[in-house]
């Protein structure tokens, strides 16, 4: 036997050659590197989740500085001592209801201006709440906040007003829903361009992450929606972007009878109420009277 032969028998058996080694260790440590990464990733998203969900901007500018007349600005205190800027208004026609409108994420509640001349002109009564966290008011946004004001906000109406419209927009939807279960004597839900869930939006948008275990709130209206009474109209636009309409036909299969779908073809998410959203709020009231 050769001095080369002896050597290659003394090698250890299943030894693995130089290279696939180096492989080996490449691939064991990648895989670390990029499980680490990924816990990052994670762990920045869980601790900075309510600055992607709640996006409060703009200055909160006054009714006055809006040309609207009848209209004021109030700063509620909450049970747990948080001041609230509502925008609110009595109704001038005898019997009407007042609007108790929760606005949607992006801007603030001065920026719905527009829709609220409407609301007053019609004779109805106002009381628009700027969420905790947005422009003009205390404290930090959360579903849990949210919501606890809406009820006490639903019940300082109640108390001065026999029939109350709760009105949802985009995000107000969850709040909106979440609160009708808590109030059944809500005279109408509506619903401006709802989606399913806040947790449905998040996983879309993040699907390499497991956000039903991550997501503080998940603001769950597909489940909610099944325990209203009262009743209901939803309005979506076909061409939504932000919301696809989609979720507004979940809601409505969900929701209970009375209730009502309003689809508009070729409109936005913004772009509702200019395309006759609150006639339909209006006539809707009119038939559930």
């Known amino acids: 036997m050769s001095e080369v032969d002896a050597r290659q028998q003394k090698a250890p058996s299943g030894q693995p050659t130089s290279g696939f080694g180096k492989a080996i260790k490449y691939c064991v440590w990648s895989g670390i590197v990029l499980a680490s990464a990924y816990c990052v990733a994670a762990g920045y998203m869980y601790l900075n989740q309510r600055s992607f969900v709640f996006v409060p901007s703009g200055e909160l500018a006054t009714p006055a500085e809006k040309g609207l007349e009848g209209v004021s600005v109030e700063l509620v205190e909450m049970a747990d001592g948080t001041s609230i800027s509502v925008w609110t208004a009595k ?120 956000v039903s275990m991550l997501m503080k709130d998940p603001m769950l209206t597909r489940e909610r929606i099944q325990d209203i009474t009262m009743p209901v109209l939803i309005l979506h636009g076909t061409t939504d972007r932000v919301i696809p309409v989609e979720h507004g036909r979940r809601v409505f299969d969900a929701a209970n009878d009375p209730k009502g779908l309003v689809i508009i073809d070729g409109i936005g998410h913004s772009d509702l109420w200019k395309n006759g959203l609150w006639e339909e709020v209006m006539a809707a009231y009119d038939r559930h009277l």
């Open 91 to 210: 109704a001038t026609k005898p019997d009407a209801p007042t609007v108790l409108y929760f606005h949607g994420n992006s801007k603030n509640v001065s920026s719905r201006w527009e829709r609220f001349k409407q609301i007053v002109d019609s004779g109805y009564g106002l009381y628009a709440p700027s969420y905790r966290g947005y422009a003009g008011s205390g404290g930090e946004p959360s579903e849990s906040g949210f919501i606890s004001d809406a009820i006490e906000h639903f019940d300082y109406l109640r108390s001065n007003n026999a029939s109350i419209i709760v009105h949802g927009e985009s995000l107000g939807t969850g709040v909106a829903t979440a609160l009708a279960v808590e109030r059944p004597d809500t005279s109408l839900l509506v619903l401006e361009a709802p989606y399913t869930a806040l947790l449905d939006m998040a996983s879309a948008s993040y699907p390499w992450l497991p």
